[in-house]
């Protein structure tokens, strides 16, 4: 086992990282920008160095993190999501400098990262996906030629993306070309490649997505699925598992495929792959993410792993403790990511400093949180300053624990989206499990 890994990343996830060694009698090395000096992770970690200024990209800078890497002695890099995580050129520098990333290898990582190619190589693996584009839109003329045989709607996609970036839906021949224009630009801006894909638009889907684990050895398990159809701009809001219109029948070939995709491209460690669900039960292949995500404590919650130790097991060469047979689910959790931002200005971001916090607790509920009292959030990063997670014996305890969470959660100095939250866990439609990904465009919230 490792004894010393680096956290190349920042906030909650650093946090939640740090958290899972010192479990495992491991000692952390924490990474930071000038402005993050004080932050949690930098303060929780055994050692830190700083990398750089917030306006320099120092969380994306390979040289200095793998330079931070050696000057500590560090065996492993844990890249957390966002950032590097998915970056198949930091992977691959990692293990020619004998340095383990915590996650897939490069080439797998370059397999899936590209939306265009893991469609072609799921269906090579027999996983269900949505009709479209087998090759790249090189340009306008592709886009229109390939709109003609999907017929409208359709989505244009950034091969290279994640997070919702690089997406826009065309409904008509009149929004073809500014949609596959404006795609392209972001793109480029996000992910250094503008390269576009097509698929036909589900209408009302929703999207679910498979958690796996895979060791070095060929063994793959799937732990059971998660709803994050709560989306607002294809940002994930509130994410449950398991997923509430979800039959054993419907699990089980789900994760059959899912395991099936993972095995095909050979990966290992944590992944998921990410499903639309139709109204009728069918599921199509969406995206594979190479990494730990953001929603993964509703996993912890239902099936009792902590899928950061699993991760640095299954990289320091650990086999598989469990079997597909010992994956039991028990009951229903539910995550509200925190954000600090303004639901009443079009969610702007609210940075600033936390002048007062009290964070709930009692049985069933879970914060996994960068922030103290005291505490500046800074402008430079994301705006999710907290995950509220919550678990019940069933869904309905679990909406309930966290309505009362939510009610206990406070956060003075900066705004957020605490109240946005409740509105959604007493919408009726909500509690009843009648949502989609369109669900908080057709609220009046």
């Known amino acids: ?5 680096l956290i190349a990343n ?3 996830i650093a946090v939640r990282i740090i958290r899972a060694c010192r479990e495992m009698g491991i000692e952390t090395v924490a990474v930071y920008s000038t402005v993050d000096k004080e932050a949690l992770h930098v303060q929780m970690a055994d050692e830190s160095i700083c990398i750089g200024t917030e306006t320099d990209n120092c969380y994306t800078n390979i040289s200095r993190i793998l330079s931070a890497a050696e000057l500590t002695s560090s065996e492993a890099i844990h890249p957390g999501f966002g950032f590097l995580s998915e970056n198949s050129r930091f992977a691959e520098i990692c293990r020619k400098c004998n340095i383990t990333f915590i996650g897939p290898s490069a080439e797998v990582i370059d397999k899936m990262g590209n939306k265009s190619n893991a469609r072609e190589l799921m269906q090579q693996a027999n996983v269900p996906v949505i009709p479209g584009t087998k090759k790249p839109l090189n340009n306008e003329q592709d886009a229109r030629e390939m709109v003609e045989e999907l017929g409208y709607p359709v989505m244009i996609k950034a091969a290279s993306g994640g997070g919702g970036r ?9 929004e073809l070309l500014n949609a596959f224009s404006t795609a392209k630009k972001e ?11 097509m698929e036909k638009y589900l209408e009302n889907p929703r999207h679910v997505e498979v958690q796996i684990l895979a060791d070095k050895y060929g063994e793959v398990l799937y732990l059971g699925e998660r709803d994050c159809s709560i989306q607002r701009r294809n940002q994930k809001v509130v994410e449950e598992a398991p997923c509430p219109v979800m039959t054993e029948e419907l699990r089980e070939k789900m994760g059959q495929a899912a395991v099936r995709a993972a095995k095909y491209v050979g990966y290992e460690n944590a992944g998921t792959i990410e499903f639309l669900l139709d109204k009728h039960n069918n599921f199509y292949f969406m995206e594979m993410n190479t990494r730990i995500q953001v929603e993964h404590p509703v996993t912890e919650e239902i099936v009792g792993m902590d899928l950061i130790k699993e991760q640095i097991k299954i990289a320091a060469g650990k086999r598989l403790e469990k079997t597909q047979d010992d994956i039991v689910l028990k009951g229903h959790s539910i995550e509200c990511r925190i954000n600090a931002e303004d639901p009443q200005e079009s969610f702007m971001p609210c940075p600033g400093k936390v002048s007062g916090l009290f964070i709930p607790n009692g049985l069933g509920v879970r914060v996994d949180s960068l922030l103290y ?6 402008s430079n990063y994301d705006s999710m300053i907290a995950k509220l997670i919550v678990h019940g014996k069933d869904r309905e305890e679990a909406i309930n624990r966290m309505k009362r969470a939510l009610g206990e959660f406070v956060i003075l100095g900066v705004k957020n989206n605490i109240d946005f939250h409740l509105d959604i866990l007493n919408n009726d439609d909500f509690v009843k499990g009648s949502y989609d990904t369109n669900f908080i465009n057709n609220q009046s919230f």
Request: proline share 3%.
């Open 187 to 197: 793109a480029k801006a996000f992910f250094g490649d503008d390269t576009l894909y």
């Open 373 to 378: 009292d005291g505490y500046t959030i800074p």
């Open 1 to 5: 086992m490792f004894k010393k890994i």
């Open 10 to 12: 920042r906030g909650e």
């Open 166 to 174: 690089g997406i826009r839906i065309v409904r008509n021949k009149d």
